[in-house]
Every structure is written in structure tokens, then in C-alpha cells.
């Protein structure tokens, strides 16, 4: 696991400082603590930071082929390197390292750029091609692992593993996007392939992108499948799901260093946890944080399932001053993000990250199984309009005027969703502000008439048959890549550690997609399959336990804990100077919502991370790159 960085010239020769390559090294040193390397050449410049995981003696990078034509510098891991290994020797290639990196290089050499869709694990992956003059960037499949770049005025590329890697480029331009604005406080992220800066992009997942004197070209080389259904009969698919899941643990436990698993008390992560303990020999050893706040407290599902597993078990209990990290926080997401899970996520990578230099989670199993409650009212949503013959918008309206008052708006947020198109039905549900909301907080400038044009495109595939199935397929596209593996990402990077998600396997996913929807939600239950699976692996209090979501009291917090942060952040000058804001609509979300008579939490975290966010990144002086004491780069070769 690693951060790399790097710049092209499509014109044949880079001109640029020697150092500017180590400084964007050096903004990602949490990346990659162990190790540093750089390989500089007339056409470009790439570095990276490692994270030793595997070959931690012989693994240093960039990494080359025989003759030295081609280099690379890669984050992540690639787990089927070892197969690769193999069939890349019978084929005549030989290798110096026992890495998964040297494999991608000689895979280039022998397929070109279909060496990515051979690729099973997280990457975020440089080469340079230096007798072809090219770069070729690539993403794994799902975004777990980031990617940026751009374009600078003399035509440069530069890119690195995280945006702050820009920053220090002569000719780079922080310049904010007002499209990217509203977006993030619609969604709670800047979806790709944008970013937060006008003209700085994100490599989508399952997309190369090739650099080259004649052009720029963007290609996608995977998409998850939903068809054609499995027609085997449940027992047969539980035990494929139970092999396939099994299979997807197994190969991330390798490793050269200590390794655990967070343990939230769900489902998903404890279905991780328990296949981790079938596959070793030595105890798990397993993190989780809590809450005082019985509500979002699950610290006693998570030590029942320690105790059945026999784990080693670690745990925190996490207080309100907890976010009084948020300002170091915004360092690490580069842009605003407005997800506060964030913050115990941070907590457990830091737990973690005390014992152990790698971890699995259970990321993605409510996409991937429809787990989320989200799905279960969608299909009410459907269902409804379905049984009225499009009537129900108007009727339930007409009701709304005799319903109790607790009622009415409810009613009505149901008939504005029942009024909508599709997906706009589903993407009015769970985004975190209407349009009529940011009216309310924006400035006019960052104002927009449509929500959803930035994602909505995910949520139409023609190709999927059922409208669930392109629900999970768009949800998996913007809100896991662009949102949950963001936060994951830079919260186990921040405290310089690795995390594996067994859930989110390519070849797991192509099987679950196909899996009949009755299999995955049923009765307003979720993970149907997966429950049963589970039911062979964990006590019967989990499986029956309600889903909590990894989430912390916000609304009670910024009433009281955090209610003077809160207050001197929107009060201060820069906040009002900031020209984002509509300051008597955000004042007035404060006030209603310290009066207790509306929870504005959501919208308020959104504008307290963001002018945050602001004041790091826009208001403060970005240290200079440095000029001296470079470190050693892995090879040079002549221009």
C-alpha cells in the first residue's frame, strides 16, 4: 500500500524542477512511511511512498522491466499476482522481486493495457512507457484505491494519489468549481470524475487512461453484471455465496506484517471476522469503537461476536471532543467531504493502526446485497405507484391536509418522490439536501436547478433489467466509490494503514449481481442470502440485530458539544467573506436547529466541514517544495 505521484510531458520533454517530484511525495508521506523512490526522465518524473506490506525487504519502487523501457510505481494490491508470476515466467519474463508490482509491469509488457482486467485486487497504477512515449494510468474496479490528474497549460500531466500531490506543481491552479460545490452539498462528496477544482479530474474506477503526443484517450475495461439471473436452487447458490466468500478472505490474508479486521458488531464485518478466524491458525485480532450513546452504540454485538470467534479484541469508546480532530482531518480528503462517519473511522484506523499495519473490513456488503432500508422503502415507492396507476402523488397530497401533524410532511416528501422520474424517485430519498434546501444556504453562484446531473447517468443502464438492480448498480458507482472507499481510504492512510474489503471482490460481485433479487432483499429484509451464510458462521443475536450504520450522534452533539465550534465558525469573517454562502439562510438553519424546532444537522456538518476544508486548502500558504536533501531515486535513465 502506497501513494504515488508523478508528471508527463506529451511533448516530449519535461521541464520542470528535479524536486518537484519529491515534494508531491513528501505531501503523501502518511501514505507510505517505509520507503520513497523517484525515477526521473526526459519525458517524466514518477515517485511513490510505501507501506510494506508484502516483499518489505526487495519490494522497493518504481519498479522496472529487463531492459529498463518500462517503469511503474503502484498502489495497492494485486492479490492473483502470484498465478500471474507463474504464467508470466513460462511465457519468458524474468523477474528481480517478489513483489505483486514487477508482475503488473511484465503483465504491461506481455498484454498492453489489458493487463488491468486481469488484475484481482485495489490498484492505482503509473507506467511509463518510455519507448512508446506514454503514460497509462489505471484504477481498480471499484475506486478503492484513488487517482487524480490533470492537465497543466504547457500540457503536462500530473497526477498523484491524492490532490494535495497537485498543489505543489508549478503552473497548478486551485481553482473551485461551482458545479463541484453544490454537489458536495447536495451529496456529501464531489462525485467522479470530478473534483473539487475546476479541471482537475478523478480516474473513475475501471477506467486507463493513456497520455500520449497525439491525444489523451479514457477507457472503461470493466462493469458489474446483473444478468442473466442463476437458476440453481437456493442451497446450491448459499454454498457457492459461502466458497465465494471464503475465497475472497482467504487470499487478502497475505501478508508480510500483522494484520485484524474492524468489527462493528453488523452483519458484514463479522462475517469478515469469522472467515478470517476459520483461515488462521492464531487468534484475529479484531477493533471496534462505541458510543455512550446506546443508539449508535453496537461495542456489545461486536464483543459477543469477538468471544464466538476466539478474536483478540480491541475497543474505544468514542466522546464528542473526538471531532476536534476534523480540522487535521481535512487534510487528508484533500476536498470537502461530509460524511461524519469519517470521524470514527479515523478513531478505529488509529486504534488499529497501534497493533497491526493491515486490516479487512466489511465494506460494500450493503450494495452488493441491498442492505441498506433505503432499498426495502424504494421498492414500497414502486410498489405504490404501481397499485395506483400513478395516482398516488395526488392522493396522498389530498391526505395530507387530514392527517395529524406529525404526518403531513412526511406525506408530502412521499408524494414529491412519487411525483418525480425515475431514478430522481430514489436519489430524492437519500440525498443529503433538496434543491429548495441550498437555495436556502448557498450564495446564487453555486446554486443549481438540477440535483442529480452529476450522477444520475449511473442510475439508468439500460442493460439491467430490474429498477432495483440499476439502484445498487448506480449506488455502487457514486455513493461506495465516491463516498464510503473515500473515507476509508484516506482514514486508514492517515494513520498509515492498510485496508482489504473481501466484500468488494470483482469476481464476488460478478456472482452476487447475478444473484435473484429474492436472494438479496425479501419481506423488508436485506441480505437474505448473506443472513443465511452467516447463520453457519455467528451467534443468532447478530443476525437478528437491527442495523445501526456506523454513524455518531451529530444532531446532539452540535447542540451541545460542539455548539461553539459551530457558532465561531459561521460568525467568523472568512466564513462570511467566503462568498459561498447565503448567510441569513445558514444562520437561520443554526437557529432552528439549537432551538430544537428542526434537525439541520446534516447541512449544518455540510457547512462546518466545508468552511473548514476552506480555511486549510484556500486561505492558508501551501509549503513550498523542497529543494534540498532529496531522496535517492530507485534508477535513472538518461534523457
Known sequence: MCGIAGLYARNGRLDVDPAVIDAMCQRIVHRGPDDVGVMRHAIGHIGMRRLSIIDVSTGHQPIHN???TVWIVFNGEIYNFAELRRELEDAGHRFYTRTDTECIVHGYEQWGEEVFSRLRGMFGIAILDLARQKLVLGRDRLGKKPLYYTALPDGT?????????????PGFEAKVSPQA?????ALGYVPAPATIYTGVHKLPPAHILVAQPGGIALRCYWQPVFGPKWTDDEATLQRQLMKQLDEAVRVRLVSDVPFGAFLSGGLDSSVVAALMARNLTQPVRTFSIGFREERFNELPAARAVARHIGAEHTELV????AVSTLKDLVWYFDEPFGDSSAVPTHLVSRLAASQVKMVLSGDGGDELFAGYERYGKYQQLLALRGAT????????????WFAPRGYRSRLGRIADRLSQRTPDDYLSGVALATAGDLDGILAPEFRRADPYASIRRHFVDPAIDDPLDRILAGDMATYLSDDILVKVDRMTMANSLEARAPLLDHQLIEFVGRLPLPLKRQGGIGKVLLRRVAAELLPAEVLSKPKQGFAIPIAHWLRNDLRELMRDTIASR??????VFDLAGVHACMDSHLAGTRDCSELLWLILTYEMWAQRFLDDTPPAPP????????GLVAA
Open 66 to 68: 529487463e531492459d529498463r
Open 157 to 169: 500531466i500530473a497526477f498523484g494519489s491524492e490532490l494535495k500531490c497537485l498543489g505543489v506543481v
Open 181 to 185: 460545490t453544490h454537489d458536495y452539498f
Open 318 to 321: 468514542v466522546e464528542a471532543d
Open 389 to 400: 396507476l400513478g395516482l398516488a402523488a395526488p392522493l396522498l397530497r389530498a391526505g395530507a
Open 574 to 579: 472568512r466564513f462570511a467573506e467566503r462568498g
Open 627 to 634: 529543494v534540498a536533501a532529496r531522496p535517492q531515486p530507485a
